[in-house]
T-cell receptor, first 115, second 110 residues
Framework: SAVISQKPSRDICQRGTSLTIQCQVDSQVTMMFWYRQQPGQSLTLIATANQGSEATYESGFVIDKFPISRPNLTFSTLTVSNMSPEDSSIYLC????????????FGSGTRLTVV | QKEVEQNSGPLSVPEGAIASLNCTYSDRGSQSFFWYRQYSGKSPELIMSIYSNGDKEDGRFTAQLNKASQYVSLLIRDSQPSDSATYLCAVRRYGQNFVFGPGTRLSVLP
């Protein structure tokens, strides 16, 4: 399975500021996914990032709040913009390698606290 | 209606016992089924996948799938304290994104 490096691992941010989370994969992947996991909750898909095209956002998530970049097949960023305490959560990137059926591999996650 | 349902737990079992984790799903078109383990403060880790009706065994883990009943389960034999974690069920229809359940918290008591 792919090895994913995600950073930062955690951050404490002031409300109104923005944080960019980076996700680097050790091999080329077509699709990268960004999830949010709020305290005590399961995983919620924010968006799917495809190289060379706009990200596809799930219901309830918008590009202005969560802009995503996907400059190549091994890297993506998610920005959490104009943060409020409600954005405090764990953010996870994940990938599915082409041709592999066995689920997603997740990055180590970014624990964000907004104060 | 939630698409994937799990008992939130906590499910407590004594060390050495069998832990049984259950998951139901609503989309009859689901084709792939996965169990992830998530330790507190860590990211989910894939432990089992199953695609056909019946049982699939991997070490101490057995996944069971019944598509007619829209039910998938995970059995953990000889449970160890290190198995204490949240177990997430995920289902997928071909070409679509995963849908994760809310997770069941398992506590194995020494």
């Amino acid at each position: 399975s792919a090895v994913i490096s995600q950073k930062p691992s955690r951050d404490i941010c002031q409300r109104g500021t923005s944080l960019t989370i980076q996700c680097q994969v050790d091999s080329q992947v077509t699709m990268m996914f960004w999830y949010r996991q709020q305290p005590g909750q399961s995983l919620t898909l924010i968006a799917t990032a495809n190289q060379g095209s706009e990200a596809t956002y799930e219901s309830g998530f918008v590009i202005d709040k969560f802009p995503i970049s996907r400059p190549n097949l091994t890297f993506s960023t998610l920005t959490v913009s104009n943060m409020s305490p409600e954005d405090s959560s764990i953010y996870l990137c994940s990938v599915e390698k082409p041709g592999q059926r066995d689920g997603y591999t997740f990055g180590s996650g970014t624990r964000l606290t907004v104060v | 209606q939630k698409e994937v349902e799990q008992n939130s737990g906590p499910l407590s079992v004594p060390e050495g016992a069998i832990a049984s984790l259950n998951c139901t799903y609503s989309d009859r078109g689901s084709q792939s089924f996965f169990w992830y383990r998530q330790y507190s403060g860590k990211s989910p880790e894939l432990i089992m996948s199953i695609y056909s009706n019946g049982d699939k065994e991997d070490g101490r883990f057995t996944a069971q799938l019944n598509k007619a009943s829209q039910y998938v389960s995970l059995l953990i034999r000889d449970s160890q304290p290190s198995d204490s974690a949240t177990y997430l069920c995920a289902v997928r229809r071909y070409g679509q994104n995963f849908v994760f359940g809310p997770g069941t918290r398992l506590s194995v008591l020494p």
